[in-house]
């Protein structure tokens, strides 16, 4: 089994930043794509942004391409999303995301296997 639990969310000015964090533990050996997802009140789920464990490829959703970076670091289990450039719209509940069944980065969510509980992220204008 594996858990992750995210960290990092809160309220920022609209044009700030974040850095979300993600935490993986449990099995460790099956780790192949991780993901961050948002979802905003009364929308469904959408995809931010992916990267394969391996560190070597990365996918972003248009919406946020040239503001958020993810990155991964190996010693610690755990994958950041880090944000600039921050606006209203980007405000939602963000998850973060494991498939373990293949190494191929997708944006569908039931392609995915586990997923945290969630953190708030609030961009005031």
């Known amino acids: 089994q594996v858990q992750l639990v995210e960290s990092g969310g809160g309220l920022v000015q609209a044009g700030g930043s974040l850095r979300l964090s993600c935490a993986a533990s449990?099995?460790?050996?099956?780790?192949?794509?991780v993901g961050w997802f948002r979802q905003a009140p009364g929308k469904e789920r959408e995809f931010v942004a992916a990267?394969?464990?391996?560190?070597?490829?990365?996918y972003y959703a248009d919406s946020v391409k040239g503001r958020f970076t993810i990155s991964r670091d190996n010693a610690k289990n755990s994958v950041y999303l880090q944000m600039n450039s921050l606006k209203p719209e980007d405000t939602a509940v963000y998850y973060c995301?494991?498939?373990?069944?293949?190494?191929?980065?997708?944006?569908?969510?039931?392609?995915?296997?586990?997923w945290g509980q969630g953190t708030q992220v609030t961009v005031s204008s």
């Open positions: 990267i394969r464990w391996s560190g070597d490829s990365t």
């Open positions: 449990g099995r460790t050996f099956s780790r192949f794509v």
């Open positions: 995301a494991l498939r373990t069944g293949s190494s191929r980065i997708t944006t569908m969510t039931n392609e995915y296997d586990y």
